[in-house]
């Protein structure tokens, strides 16, 4: 295992603890111009999100409307509407499949399904992060450090499988001092492979783990260089609750 890797994984819990886990549950809410360019304004304003710390199974709620809500489960994908007590409503296999191309940021409308999609999966990642380095198939190596504001922060290289649902296969995590990740890089499938660098702010330890609660989505240059004047997306986590076996 990369040691910068193990480093991350002992400051945020360690590995041994992690396998003990049983769920995740997060307060959450997600903001910015992005959703209503969707169609979707106040999509995510206060929702409870439940997860498997293992396999990618999450669920969203409420979601379009007070009693439904959103399953995703993967291998095979499948990304269901149903009902708070399980009766389903809509449902599609290989969601990933039916988003609209080409994507235009401004006016590219996306079904229920397709918002749903793409939020379960980027959710369960962001949550499971950076544990989810370490299930198979995903490799994780450190790479040249990133001078920003005057601090370094050294990277991972982390490349996923298709067996996990995420925005796009490569991408970047970058951590500071303490080994508190701060910024993330990745350029989603769905919407056009647009280069995102996505900033954590806000640490908090719940229950001996530590979860960003400020996530601010900003788009960067081919240098790297973060756009922070344009936020179309923010991802806000007012608690997390973790069960153990």
């Known amino acids: 295992m990369d040691k910068l890797l193990m480093e ?7 590995m041994e603890n992690w396998g003990k886990l049983t769920k995740i549950t997060a307060h959450m809410s997600l903001g910015g111009p992005f959703w209503a360019a969707r169609g979707w304004p106040g999509v995510y304003l206060k929702q409870t999100v439940t997860a498997d710390p293992h396999r990618e199974h999450i669920t969203i709620a409420p979601f379009t409307a007070p009693d439904r809500m959103s399953v995703m489960k993967v291998v095979p994908e499948r990304m269901a509407i149903t009902t708070l007590d399980g009766q389903t409503v809509e449902e599609r296999l290989n969601p990933r499949d039916s988003f609209p191309t080409p994507f235009v940021q401004e006016s590219t409308r996306w079904d229920a399904i397709q918002v749903a999609y793409f939020t379960s999966a980027a959710v369960w990642n962001y949550l499971t992060a950076p544990f989810v380095f370490t299930h198979p198939g995903v490799e994780a190596r450190e790479i040249a450090p990133w001078t920003e504001n005057g601090q370094i922060w050294r990277r991972l290289a982390v490349t996923f499988p298709k067996t996990i649902a995420n925005h796009n296969a490569d991408q970047v995590f970058y951590y500071d001092d303490a080994f508190m990740q701060r910024r993330m890089d ?3 499938d769905v919407t056009g492979k647009a280069p ?10 719940f229950d001996g783990f530590v979860f960003p609660t400020r996530r601010l989505i ?9 756009d922070q004047g344009f936020t ?13 076996g």
């Open 186 to 188: 990745y350029s989603p």
């Open 232 to 244: 179309p997306i923010t991802v806000d986590v007012a608690s997390v609750t973790l069960d153990r």
């Open 8 to 14: 991350v994984l002992d400051a945020h819990g360690g």
């Open 196 to 205: 995102v660098a996505h900033y954590t702010h806000d640490h908090k330890a």
């Open 218 to 226: 900003h788009l960067h240059d081919a240098s790297g260089v973060a």
